[in-house]
């Protein structure tokens, strides 16, 4: 028996249905389920919400999250090797889970979201390695600001986290930094060493929580990209010759910015001037 349920085993899970994990999917199997209670438990309250998943594989955070009180769990899965799995999952949990079979790039968070709005949907999920930063990108960079999650509760590879959550001067700091800071207060919660993983990566994995900003500093998101791409497409040069396709000291200057600075130095507030004036 497992520690949370009557389900088998994870391991046992597997081997029943031949669910060896696949490099091009990004799979690294969480199969302790002590440790996908404590993702779970930082999404608290589950209850009452709905809980989207990304990449359940064999189900492990999937038990986690019901066996923690989520009412209404969706599980985007496109390796089909892994349904029946989650259809044991569903039947032990009648009406709480909910699996869709699909490409999660091309998942719209629209069609699961709770009639009585944002605060009701909460993303969490331990993301394939290979499309983990994409799926970011897809929900903070969106049109719709609030957007339809109140959190995201996400793990990935250490060196990514430390990108998401960098602060100006930091060398990890760079254009996934300014996006999710200027939308976001993300924050590191704790670190998962590869040997919890089957197979075990060869990096450090970092669980962190995004929570949107109500309200972000007026700027378009479209000039805001790329301006931050343009910048950080050149980090080792001075701005005035890094955003010189952009409009260069002309731009620095009006937005009151020396033109003899880096990229790295920035703060969100004076790239979201340099948008501004850009638009």
């Known amino acids: ?59 492990g955070l999937t038990r986690a999250l019901l066996a923690e009180g989520a009412s209404h769990v969706v599980v985007v899965e496109k390796d089909s090797r892994c349904i029946p799995a989650l259809e044991a999952i569903a039947a ?18 629209a069609e699961v979201a709770h009639p009585d709005g944002a605060d009701a949907l909460k993303i969490v999920a331990n993301l394939p390695y290979n499309v983990g930063t994409q799926l970011l990108l ?27 959550v960098a602060v100006p001067g930091s060398k990890h700091y760079g254009r996934l930094g300014v996006l ?4 976001t207060q993300a924050k590191i919660l704790f670190d998962v060493p590869p040997e919890a993983f089957t197979p075990p990566p060869k990096v450090t994995s970092s669980v962190i929580q995004l929570r949107p900003r109500a309200e972000p500093e007026p700027a378009s998101l479209a000039a805001l990209e790329r ?11 001075m701005l005035r010759q890094s955003l010189k396709s952009l409009g260069g000291e002309a731009l620095l200057v009006a937005a009151d910015i020396d033109p003899q600075r880096r990229a790295e130095t920035l703060s969100i507030s004076e790239f979201v001037r340099l948008a501004n004036g850009l638009d």
Not at 15 to 41: M, V
């Open 180 to 183: 999710a800071g200027w939308r």
């Open 1 to 59: 028996m497992s520690p949370i349920d009557s389900l088998p085993p994870l391991r046992a899970v597997l081997e029943e249905h031949g669910l060896d994990p696949k490099r091009s999917l990004g799979q690294n199997f969480l199969l302790d389920l002590n440790l996908t209670g404590r993702i779970a438990r930082q999404a608290l309250p589950l209850e009452g919400a709905t809980i989207v998943e990304i990449g359940p594989g064999p189900g």
């Open 227 to 237: 301006v931050t791409a343009t910048a950080f497409g050149q980090r080792r040069k």
């Open 138 to 164: 897809n929900w903070i960079a969106t049109p719709q600001w609030p957007p339809v999650w109140s959190s995201l509760t996400l793990m990935f590879q250490r060196e990514v986290a430390e990108r998401i």
């Open 92 to 109: 032990h949990y009648p009406g709480r889970l909910d699996i869709r079979r699909a490409d999660a790039l091309d998942f719209d968070l």
